[in-house]
């Protein structure tokens, strides 16, 4: 049996039920001509990352049948998939960080001299595919050493090394500014000119307007339809995404808060290595206000938290807490307090993913008087609740006692979102909020974020994404390096642009070089 061999990719009436029951994709058929970059998109659970890893051999299809350039296979592994000039970047990295970028884009598939590697004839291979790209690295840097857009650009020169001519790319921006991201897309660009082709599973439909030939819409695990996206538009694909109109956004009113609800002085962090992330950081957000802190991944972020929830002792400087010094406060102590926290690793932070998602619920609010019957949990309460949220959150899934562990990403995280946002806190502090959530639960949690900061609460809220701190910060740090090079108003004369040059090169002057 053979199909149309001018189609790189065609998946007819594939369906993929896991042995709890859970129907993944129902029927799906998907088609991708050679040569073009062909956009995945449908809201979170909608079946888009398991489709494709059933093609790339990670996941067992239940049933349908899958051709490759005309001819049908049935890969049982990664291995198999990448044999036959396949490749797929993953929306979490799979890097060795103490490796260098050499040894990573080799690992696997190591040429020899003799009986040793030819660590020089792999290095020439790279710099000619990197070249061809405009996909720049250094070679001999550690992987740890790099920013989060540099790794992607590696993920990518390793599938390029393997040979694939076909390759996923699972979520690709979701940590990029603008500047990088339209690096990639001339990289990608450059690719389907070469006789590549591309599908790009993503959420965002401003980038299947700008970069895509094709956009194919999945919903509830179905193929709702597949359109040229020169013929469509970002309503039509919308409206097929969900199916319904998305819900206005949630104006911001004026709160007038007065009081100081979170402040940093001065404050200095090093991470476990003794390497300085956060410098003399200072800035302080009142109640009803949201404090945005814009910046690539790996710029002190993380370290900036770590530091605010007792993860790690500052160097110096002082945090306070509603006029309180909570400086170097444990985390035990931390979570007593009236304070949100929606952290950016949402499998190993956020949830426990061998748990239910009633018990995910009440993470460090179990002992409350609420969900207790003298020494044992009131699970009457819990699951109501559980169910509570479950619907007002517009969670899939099966019921409060399935695992959280067989939920897709974005439903994990909305599990989270409603945990914190639903205390009621005085301080949220939420770190990519929305990473991996689709386009309508997208604007669900910013309303939801939003909701809290017209209640009074004070938000400190830190992204990647640009139009989100953007669409939701009353004021906006820009951190680069471990530092806060500017902090503005969230008002007109801001851009993302302006921003972005602010977290690429930190302070400038006018001609666009370091002061």
């Known amino acids: 049996m053979g199909t149309d061999i001018e189609n790189a990719i065609e998946m007819k009436d594939m369906y993929k039920i896991y042995p709890n029951g859970t129907v993944a994709n129902s029927g799906v058929n998907f088609c991708v001509k050679k040569g073009e970059i062909h956009a995945l998109v449908g809201e979170n659970g909608a079946g888009k990352t398991t489709l494709m ?57 190591e040429k020899t001299k003799k009986i040793f590697c030819d660590r020089k004839s792999e290095k020439e291979q790279m710099e000619k595919i990197a070249k061809q790209f405009g996909l720049a690295a250094d070679f001999d840097e550690p992987v740890y050493r790099l920013s989060v857009g540099a790794k992607q650009r590696i993920e990518i020169l390793k599938v390029l090394y393997n040979n694939a001519k076909i390759i996923i790319l699972d979520e690709p921006t979701a940590v990029l500014t ?25 959420h965002k439909i401003k980038e299947v307007m700008d970069i895509s030939d094709s956009v194919t819409v999945l919903r509830n695990g179905q193929t709702i339809q597949t ?23 949630r104006e911001r009113v004026a709160c007038g808060g007065k009081n100081v609800v979170f402040e940093t002085r001065n404050l200095n962090v090093r991470d476990k290595r003794g390497a300085l992330k956060v410098k003399d950081m200072s800035f302080s957000i009142r109640e009803g206000e ?19 929830i007792g993860f790690l002792k500052p160097s110096s400087g002082k945090v306070f807490y509603n006029g309180k010094d909570i400086t170097g406060i444990s985390t035990s102590d931390f979570r007593k307090e009236s304070i949100g926290y929606i952290p950016d690793d949402r499998n190993l932070r956020g949830s426990s993913l061998t748990q239910s998602v009633a018990e995910n619920f009440i993470i460090c609010s179990h002992n409350s008087g609420k969900f207790n019957k003298g020494p044992y949990l009131n699970w009457k309460e819990v699951r109501g609740e559980a169910r509570r949220l479950i619907k007002e959150y517009e969670i899939k899934t099966d019921s409060e006692t399935a695992l959280v562990g067989a939920m897709s990403g974005g439903n994990v995280q909305k599990v989270i979102v409603a945990r914190e946002i639903s205390k009621k806190p005085n301080l949220l502090i939420a770190c990519q909020p929305t990473r991996g959530v689709d386009i309508s639960s997208i604007e669900y949690i910013h309303n939801k974020i939003i909701e809290q900061r017209n209640e ?26 471990g530092e806060l090079v500017a902090i503005q108003d969230n008002d007109d004369r801001i851009t993302e642009n302006e921003i972005g040059k602010y977290i690429l090169n930190g302070r400038q002057n006018q001609n666009g070089r370091e002061e």
């Open 53 to 109: 890893k059933v093609l790339f051999g990670l996941e067992e299809k239940t049933k349908g049948a899958v051709f490759i350039s005309g001819k049908e296979v049935n890969f049982k592994s990664p291995r198999e998939a990448i044999a036959n000039g396949m490749g797929m970047v993953h929306q979490e990295f799979m890097l060795i960080p103490s490796y260098t970028v050499a040894q990573n884009i080799a690992l696997g598939n």
């Open 178 to 202: 603008p500047q990088e991201t339209e690096e990639l897309f001339c990289s990608l660009r450059l690719m389907v000119k070469d006789g590549y082709t591309i599908v790009l599973i993503t």
């Open 456 to 481: 009074g609460a004070a938000v400190l809220l830190i992204s990647a994404e640009l139009t989100e701190i953007m669409g939701l910060s009353d004021k906006i740090g820009m951190l680069y390096d």
């Open 227 to 249: 359109l040229k996206t020169s013929e469509t538009d970002p309503e039509e694909i919308t409206s097929l995404m969900i199916g319904r109109q998305l819900k206005p956004k």
């Open 290 to 308: 949201i404090f945005g802190i814009a910046g690539v991944e790996g710029n002190g972020q993380s370290e900036l938290i770590d530091a605010v």
